[in-house]
Structure formats: C-alpha cells, structure tokens
C-alpha cells in the first residue's frame, strides 16, 4: 500500500492545495501546517506516524512543556511578520516517548497576510542530543533544586526544608555555580533540558 494512502490527512488546509500539497503528503520527512490560532490543519503521513493523529489540536501539544514557551513566541513572530523563519531545537511528544527533534518553519502568506506556519521535522543534531553530565550536589542542594523548579521562593524553601534563609542562598549560589548559569531560572531549565529532575 502506497505510504500516502496509510492515513488520510483532510484535504486543502488553509486554501492551499494541488500537486505541490499531494507531494508535501508524501514525503518521508515529518510536517504539519497550523492555522493562525496554532491548531494542526494537516499532517503528512510521516508526521502521523511519529505524533499520531494530532488533527484540530494545537501544536504547543506535540512539544514537551519545556520548551512551549519559546515555541509560542517563535510561532507569534512568524504570525506578525517579525521572523520570516525559525530553527528550534525542542522535544517532541511522540508515541514512543520524548523525542529530540529541531523543528524548521516558516509563515505561509496569502493575500490577506500570513494564515498559518508550515513546521518540518528533523531529527536533531547530534550535539543537541547530549546531555551535560549529572552535576555534583548534595541531597540537601538537590531538593532545592527541585523546590525552585516548583517556583518556590527562598523563604518558601527555607520553611520547608527547616533551615535559614541564609543557608537556601548558599545553596542556589552554589547550585548557580555548579551549574554554570547565571539565575535560578536558568538553572532550572537546565536541570530540566537535562532530565536531572
């Protein structure tokens, strides 16, 4: 059976169609158009058989939370004109469990302006695939680390630890420090990009 006719995606998103559409169906590399509100209009063949069939919901679904944000904001840039493209490096939402994938887009343009992004998926390189290595914290800097991911304050932390205000900050500095970062922020992202929590 011809890998087109597996799973029918709908046909003619967003007024777009003919030959160059049926084509884009058919190739092997995952791809998805989204309409100006982020809801997948269409899926090619290859892209139902790494996310599953994501019709109608909006495309922050397929992307790990993790790096939704950045994906919303990219994603608004293209919709309003200020980025012609994007290259993100994110974790997808598959089947088979997260998956490291760059995702490449660009505005699709009409008449009327710009009505939806075209996404076209890539394994990703292999320098975004590696991991830093586990960092070197005790338990104790550990659960803070935990604690901040949850968005807890210092004295929040403190209260529940049972130790002083003072010691938390030692701990996050040193968190910082470990961690080559700058805030508490990037340190959780980091902790998170890198699956230590």
């Not at 030692?170 to 959780?188: D, K, P, Q």
Request: hydrophobic share 45%.
């Amino acid at each position: 059976m011809p890998p087109d006719k597996q799973i029918e995606p709908p046909d003619r998103p967003l007024g777009l169609g003919g030959p160059l559409l049926d084509a884009l169906g058919a190739m092997p590399v995952p791809m998805w158009v989204a309409d100006r509100l982020g809801r997948v209009r269409w899926m090619n063949v290859a892209a139902m058989s790494l996310v599953g069939s994501r019709l109608e919901s909006h495309f922050s679904g397929l992307i790990a939370p993790e790096f939704v944000a950045d994906a919303r904001e990219l994603y608004a840039r293209k919709l309003d004109g200020r980025l012609d493209y994007a290259v993100q490096q994110v974790s997808l939402v598959t089947a088979a469990g997260p998956a490291a994938v760059e995702l490449t887009s660009v505005p699709i343009r009409s008449d009327e302006g710009v009505v939806g992004v075209i996404t076209l998926v890539r394994e990703a390189p292999a320098s975004t695939v590696r991991r830093r290595p586990k960092p070197r914290l005790s338990p104790r800097q550990h659960q803070v680390l935990e604690l901040l991911a949850q968005g807890r304050s210092t004295a929040e932390i403190a209260r529940q630890l049972e130790i002083s205000e003072d010691t938390v900050r030692n701990h996050i500095r040193y968190l910082l420090t470990e961690l080559r970062v700058r805030t508490r922020l990037e340190a959780v992202v980091v902790a998170f990009r890198n699956d230590w929590l």
